[in-house]
């Protein structure tokens, strides 16, 4: 293992695939890949479109997103099961981008959270993400869930809207004030759509609802000639040849422009990727690499944008069926790929007839799924600061903006840790001077003219201040001051610079400052800024009594 980086190691950059191939892949391994892959691809064929749909882009990006991003995640990435694609959790971004940014925004947009998740996979963060607090990923998937809701009203209802906002409430309004234009078909395919589905997921789980009832829903509209909008009325035939290659625009206003979005992209990205990736190793025992993960989603989404593609992450849901369905290898996830771009070159014609309330019936049962209403309700029986940090994220996504929302999240999580960091941390005079080593001996006292004050919990910036605190509650200024820090692990800049303020003012008012039981990576910050010879090597002791001999030698007159 590197000593300068522990999260990263050799091992971190190898490929599940290249490690199942080079065990040994048998005949039977292929056989149940080819069944799950061609089972996962026919689930993933109308959530591509839907969400790609739901987010303002178009139903061959959504495919082609799925298709070349899928592949290359699963060729490259980290996770023995994770099947990658355009996710519920993107409509939202991608929506905004495209509304800010127009669609050259989004794929360079794209494009630079690629390489930011190849830059976070690389240098080890994939083992850091899972600290993300779990107030904040509930706020923000439930957020994101009601957001996507609120973008199906129309469609699925099939409503009259002139102009339909992208913002959440702005959109409820419009609804609201062109409810009277419902259209019961449209309506009606919908609602058969939710309940198919939901039928299928209680009676007879292991069959595919959406697909089932899409396809279901589709033939209807077909065969009794339904007046409800559909994917070729609105969008025309899906191109039935491959897309083209091109560079994303990257001009520096553009990347300026995007880059929160960017950042946004690739931070929820790696969240769900790796959220989805834990969820595989809970279901099947394996262990995937997280680093690895995070470079192979990087490159994904950099292939996408290439492509004219759209933001790609590993699906929760799809990586699920995929296991169910007797997965042996990444290979099922290429597969799955494989199966989209067959159907795109040759039958993507069928999917001219799909409804849109149809779509609009999917992304409403997946925003369901999503909310995760009942963790949601949960979370009020946490402590009210988490709730806070919870609710905050929550009502940010909904209201103003899913990067606004993640961003002040995870910086409260962060007030709040720091603030219980330091509620664990004490400071204040030494009672007992007893030493461990010295248990069953006698009391030692403290001699005339020194004071002895105790550290306890990391000594950072959030604690520094309990220095000046303890000058304060001082009337005299001692001969020798004994600050104890066996109980102290670590150490940063803020807490370094506190205590060579403190040596300094110890040092004016002709006090010597005396250090006890310094642990090991405390010494070693004290030595590399040059601290330990200004308090001096003969000052700094391993344990109390050495120290107290010290203080003695010094309120005698002999130091």
Not at 456 to 463: A, D, K, Q, R
Not at 467 to 473: F, I, K, M, T
């Amino acid at each position: 293992m590197s000593k300068a980086n522990p999260f990263v190691t050799i091992n971190d950059f190898i490929p599940k695939s290249v490690q199942i191939l080079r065990s040994g892949y048998s005949r039977s391994m292929l056989t149940k890949d080819i069944f799950a892959g061609i089972t996962v691809g026919v689930i993933a064929l109308p959530l591509a479109i839907a969400f790609a749909i739901g987010a303002g882009a178009t139903p061959a990006q959504g495919l082609w997103t799925a298709i070349i991003a899928g592949f290359a995640i699963s060729a490259l990435g980290g996770s023995r099961y994770q099947v990658a694609g355009p996710t519920g959790a993107f409509v939202v971004i991608i929506a905004g981008v495209i509304a800010d940014h127009g669609m050259d925004g989004l794929i360079a947009a794209t494009a630079m959270a690629g390489v930011l998740l190849v830059i976070m996979g690389a240098s080890g963060l994939g083992k850091l993400i899972k600290f993300i607090p779990y107030p904040v990923t509930i706020g923000f998937t439930t957020g994101i869930g009601v957001i996507i809701a609120g973008g199906q009203i129309k469609d699925f209802f099939g409503l009259s809207i002139p102009v339909y906002p992208a913002e959440f409430f702005a959109r409820i309004a419009e609804a609201a004030r062109y409810s009277g234009t419902l259209d019961l078909p449209t309506f009606g395919l919908g609602a058969a759509t939710v309940a198919c589905i939901l039928l299928l997921r209680k009676f007879a789980p292991k069959i595919p609802g959406a697909i089932v009832a899409v396809a279901l829903v589709s033939a209807a509209t077909y065969l009794f000639k339904i007046p409800v909008e559909t994917i070729g009325s609105r969008y025309g035939a899906i191109p039935k040849g491959l897309p083209t290659m091109r560079l994303p625009i990257a001009d520096w206003a553009t990347i300026r422009a995007v880059f929160p979005s960017a950042v946004t992209i690739a931070l929820l990205g790696s969240i769900e990727s790796l959220l989805s990736a834990v969820v595989a190793d809970g279901m099947t025992g394996d262990r995937h690499n997280a680093n690895m993960e995070l470079v192979a989603q990087g490159a994904g989404n950099v292939l996408s944008s290439l492509f004219g593609g759209i933001p790609a992450t590993g699906a929760i849901a799809r990586t699920a069926a995929n296991i169910k369905n007797g997965s042996a290898s990444p290979i099922s996830g290429m597969i799955h790929a494989i199966v989209l771009f067959v159907f795109t070159l040759f039958l993507s014609g069928l999917a001219s007839a799909i409804p849109l309330t149809a779509l609009s019936a999917i992304l409403l049962v997946v925003a369901w799924d999503m909310s995760e209403l009942r963790h949601f309700l949960h979370m009020r029986y946490a402590p009210k600061s988490d709730l806070i940090v919870m609710l905050v994220t929550f009502g940010l996504t909904v209201a103003i903006d899913l990067t606004v929302a993640v961003e002040v999240g995870v910086l409260l999580a962060v007030f709040l840790f720091i603030r219980r960091v330091s509620e664990t941390s004490a400071f204040g005079p030494v009672i007992d001077l007893q030493d461990a080593d010295s248990a069953g001996e006698a009391p030692l006292r403290l001699p005339k003219g020194v004071e002895a004050y105790e550290i306890s919990g990391p000594f950072f910036f959030g604690t520094a201040d309990l220095l000046q605190e303890a000058l304060e509650q001082v009337q005299k200024a001692p001969k020798a001051f004994i600050l104890r820090l066996r109980r102290v692990p670590s150490i940063d800049a803020t807490g370094i610079n506190a205590l060579a303020t403190f040596r300094t003012h110890c040092s004016k008012h002709g006090t010597t400052l005396i250090l006890s039981g310094v642990l090991e990576q405390p010494r070693k910050a004290l030595d590399s800024i040059g601290l330990t010879e200004r308090i001096g090597p003969d000052n700094i002791f391993e344990n109390i009594d050495s120290a107290l001999e010290r203080a003695a030698e010094i309120a005698g007159g002999r130091g």
